[in-house]
């Protein structure tokens, strides 16, 4: 079964640092975009940063210059190093990717877009 799985959220205080990982795992073929979103209470989910199958990489304007996304190929691995956090930063982080699965006997290969479970990331005194 192929699945995301997330870690490296918790509790830090305003100017800390944490570091998210989310590791695909289950029988994939190929990989390519990697992405964080986040969600806040009360707000919609947005996308914060992204990652190409090339590495080419982009972010959400709030979070330039203190957040870095980097991909690790050959662990099917994505992390966000988050520094100099702040309090609005302060949200369930979801990781996000376009993987191809190996299918199924009797199934197409089928590009899909997978979700980690989620991992809360608080900043607070």
């Known amino acids: 079964q192929v699945q995301l799985v997330e870690s490296g959220g918790g509790l830090v205080q305003p100017g800390g640092s944490l570091r998210l990982s989310c590791a695909a795992s289950?029988?994939?073929?190929?990989?390519?975009?990697m992405s964080w979103y986040r969600q806040a209470p009360g707000k919609q989910r947005e996308l914060v940063a992204a990652?190409?199958?090339?590495?080419?990489?982009n972010y959400t304007e709030p979070v330039k210059g203190r957040f870095t996304i980097s991909r690790d190929n050959a662990k099917k691995t994505v992390y966000l190093q988050m520094n100099n956090l702040r309090p609005d930063d302060t949200a369930v982080y979801y990781c996000?990717?376009?993987?191809?699965?190996?299918?199924?006997?009797?199934?197409?290969?089928?590009?899909?877009?997978?979700w980690g479970q989620g991992t809360q990331v608080t900043v607070s005194s």
């Open positions: 996000n990717a376009d993987l191809l699965p190996y299918p199924e006997l009797g199934l197409r290969f089928r590009w899909s877009t997978y």
């Open positions: 990652v190409t199958a090339g590495g080419s990489t």
């Open positions: 289950g029988s994939i073929v190929g990989i390519n975009t």
